[in-house]
């Protein structure tokens, strides 16, 4: 089994800094992509930003040119940092690894979730 374990969300005010930090452990033979989704009350989950494991990364146009997604493959982490915050990025951020097991195929897996609020 996988899990994966987020830290780093918070309150912050408009314009402000935050740091999410996620770590996969367990059964790991590799981890293929990583990534942060975010879902905001009433609205469907959403992709934030992805990285391969080559590091070609990925992100949602609303979040271009302030958050910045990195991980590192010996720790089997990824982080996203996340620079002038708006209002609009409150949400609870979830961690996602596509991971492939030492006896298995590969599968998604997702952390419990951390809460980023954004006041103005």
């Known amino acids: 089994q996988v899990q994966l374990a987020e830290s780093g969300g918070g309150l912050v005010q408009a314009g402000g800094s935050l740091r999410l930090s996620c770590a996969a452990s367990?059964?790991?033979?590799?981890?293929?992509?990583m990534g942060w989704y975010r879902q905001a009350p009433g609205k469907q989950r959403e992709l934030v930003a992805a990285?391969?494991?080559?590091?070609?990364?990925n992100y949602a146009d609303s979040v271009k040119g302030r958050f910045t997604i990195s991980r590192d493959n010996a720790k089997n982490t990824v982080s996203l940092q996340m620079n002038s915050l708006q209002p609009e990025d409150t949400a609870v951020y979830y961690c996602?690894?596509?991971?492939?097991?030492?006896?298995?195929?590969?599968?998604?897996?997702w952390g419990q979730g951390t809460q980023v609020t954004v006041t103005s």
């Open positions: 996602n690894a596509d991971v492939t097991g030492w006896n298995t195929g590969s599968y998604d897996y």
């Open positions: 367990g059964s790991i033979f590799k981890i293929n992509a």
């Open positions: 990285v391969t494991r080559r590091g070609n990364t």
